[in-house]
């Protein structure tokens, strides 16, 4: 257990202890014993087709039978672009790609080729630790996932951002506009690429929720390196190693959201009656880690022994609520302990009459979270009339999911296609997740994070 001093706000020192593995049931004195109780941009407008259409394939990996380690970065995007031109029917209007770091040193290419053999409109993208596409999800293995999409009557614009550019905290909605190239009218969405190391991504994502208030904002950190300056972002010609690269789209398409975050609450709801900044003081009157000591204390065996390594905050997002379940809560790391004022400092601002509950994640608890959470989309589009179905869809997944958690390949892959609908669905395992809670926008860690578009000219709105 780390241990690290700090400030109260009011300027009393403190010493925050940070949480490992054993860190917050030592503290408590829960044993393991004792627990058996101006931005470049490129914007262009997609010329009239018959209907929008998705195609998504995994290119170069090692077990492929029509691959070899021997075969370029080049040799793959063409022989996948022939199969992309092939099932779309001509070439798209967007290309998105997640390259492994495999292919580190083609990464300057990667957009000439794509441009050579595609000939998009708009291309984004990113280096990947692991890929999701053609139906199946490649952890940590070399490989190149590619997604295009025909896109009638929608309009691309590309956007890259150094962390220096971003606007003040103060700024107008118009700064966020120009910096983006988009005008909040047009009511587009985004797909956000940040590198993890170089770009305060929560910065953007409060502005653009700001400026874009009804606006979908969809997307995921980039990995695949431990080193600053060793990621990529693709962005149409060019390649980045900082900032975050990003895409709005807006006209003949709606983009729906499913945020799987994979926890179920333990314990009662609780108000949080003191708090200062991200440390929780008191929860119902009472000092924030005797609450949490109780909570701990009455779980079952099998519950104690999973409190040692995933523990969570959940934060009620609708306070009009009364009653709560899955998917009412932003869930938050538990960061550490302050024992002198039995506080716990927790990965979220905050704030009195908050409403919050301690949860807990398995394998099995995010699994059923995330049946729930599509189980939910697929109802809400039935009761909203619409016609027109998901026809493409991208996933944003934490690298701690997949075989990982779950001990086997493929799993919100083959959920997603079980509960939702068999279309293509590319992504890749991410350093963070962005997505919307309670309309608002959020980074997540361990999450799910889906996009999926349908056009909007065949009626209902969720």
Known sequence: MRVLSGYFRVGKRVTIHILGVL???????????????????????????KAMKWSSLIGGKEDDEKSSAKQTARQIIDQMSQRLIKELGQSPDLVIAFVSHHFAR????????????????????????????????????????????VLPGVKLSGFHIFNEQLPDGDAPPSEWEKIVGVESSLNPSFILLP?????????????????????????????????????????????????????????????DTVVAQGCRPIGKPLSVTA??????????????????????????????????????????MDEFKTDFKCGDFLIRNLVGLVPEAGAIVV???????????????????????????????????????AEAQAQGALLFSCLGRGKYLYGVRNHDSDTFREMVADVPLTGFFCNGEIGPVGGTTFLHGYTSSFGLFRAKDSGGSL
Not at 127 to 148: Q, T
Not at 227 to 236: I, K, Q, T
Not at 287 to 304: N, R, S, Y
Request: charged content about 20%.
């Open 275 to 316: 708090c200062q900044g991200n440390i929780l003081l008191e929860l119902d009157g009472e000092p924030a880690i005797g609450v949490l000591k109780a909570v701990l204390e009455d779980l079952a065996p099998q519950d104690q022994e999973l409190a040692r390594n995933s523990l969570f905050l959940g934060v009620v």
């Open 195 to 255: 590198d993890p190391f170089s770009f305060r991504i929560e910065t953007l994502v409060q502005g653009l929720d700001y400026a874009f208030a009804g606006s979908v904002k969809v997307g995921g950190l980039a990995s695949g390196t431990n080193e600053p300056g060793r990621n990529a972002l693709f962005l149409n010609d060019d390649v980045y190693s900082e900032g975050m690269v990003g895409l709005s789209i807006s006209g003949n398409v709606v983009v």
């Open 23 to 49: 860190g917050v049931l030592g503290i408590l004195g829960l044993s393991k014993q004792g627990l058996a109780g101006s931005p470049g941009r490129s914007k262009v407008v997609s010329k009239t087709e």
């Open 106 to 149: 083609s990464y300057e290419k990667i957009p000439g080729y794509i441009k050579d053999a595609l000939k998009p409109k708009a291309f984004v993208g990113c280096s990947a630790g692991g890929l999701i596409g053609g139906g199946e999800e490649v952890e940590h293995d070399r490989g190149i996932a590619l997604a295009g999409a």
């Open 347 to 385: 990965g979220e601002l905050l704030r009195q009459g908050r409403t919050v509950q301690f949860h807990l994640r398995d394998a099995a608890t995010s699994s059923e979270d995330l049946k729930l959470m599509l189980n939910n989309y697929r109802d809400r589009i039935k009761l909203s009339g």
